[in-house]
């Protein structure tokens, strides 16, 4: 009756798992029409007594095709460049722009790029690793020595976490995917590869 209950229990929580992506995407579409559709409707009402559904997405859709195509010509490209100098000159403000251009290049990178490949990194004491993502490398001048670039996420939400810098022979090499990895974050540790690569392997 015990293993019954467990059973039950380990595949509910990973119902639950699977269905917060979907609760998310849910979320979002809802206060996407809850907000612009719903403000753009009433505009349409109070000018024409008319307000077709579905308006208020299509005239977001239409914005982003419209500066899409502005910031691709030569015009739009000098407005974005004359934008950055002002921003740059406003402390707080050239730092959220910064921050911000930051994001955009890193969502533009394709798909893969983001999280290069999996690693996992000393924690705490010898012998104890933690799951991060390699982002990228770097050279240390004063040694020589090849550094990772390595993203750990704080479980279960892994937009937040730290950057730690990782001599590349000390970091180890799990054999696992990123979406592995990120489901080992995402669930705390309940769903996931069960096996990890061998100790000697470093990261490639």
């Known amino acids: 009756m015990i293993g019954a209950v467990r059973h039950f ?6 119902g639950l798992l699977a269905l917060i992506p979907l609760a998310l995407t849910t979320l979002v579409l809802y206060l996407i029409y809850a907000y612009v559709d719903r403000q753009a409707a009433g505009m349409l009402r109070r000018l024409f007594g008319v307000a077709p559904p579905g ?3 299509l005239a977001v859709l239409l914005l982003l095709y419209v500066t899409g195509l502005v910031a691709s010509n030569v ?4 407005l974005i460049r004359a934008t950055e100098r002002v921003a740059e000159r406003v402390p707080l403000l050239g730092a959220t ?3 911000g251009r930051q994001i955009a290049h ?3 990178l394709p798909e893969g790029q983001l999280f290069r490949r999996v690693a996992l990194v000393p924690y705490l004491t010898p012998g104890q690793w ?3 993502f390699v982002t990228g490398t770097l050279r240390d001048e004063a040694t020589g020595e090849k550094l990772l670039k390595v993203y750990v996420p704080t479980p279960p939400n892994p937009t937040s976490g730290t950057i730690v810098l990782v001599p590349e022979a000390h970091a180890r090499d799990p054999g ?4 592995e990895a990120l489901q080992t ?6 769903i996931g590869p069960t096996r990890i690569g061998s100790p000697a392997a470093p990261v490639a």
């Open 97 to 99: 722009w910064r921050v």
């Open 106 to 108: 890193s969502l533009s």
């Open 75 to 78: 015009v739009g490209r000098w």
């Open 9 to 14: 229990r380990s595949y509910v929580l990973r």
């Open 55 to 57: 308006v208020g997405l």
């Open 130 to 132: 933690t799951v991060g």
């Open 185 to 190: 974050v995402i669930s705390g540790g309940l």
């Open 176 to 179: 696992w995917t990123v979406e």
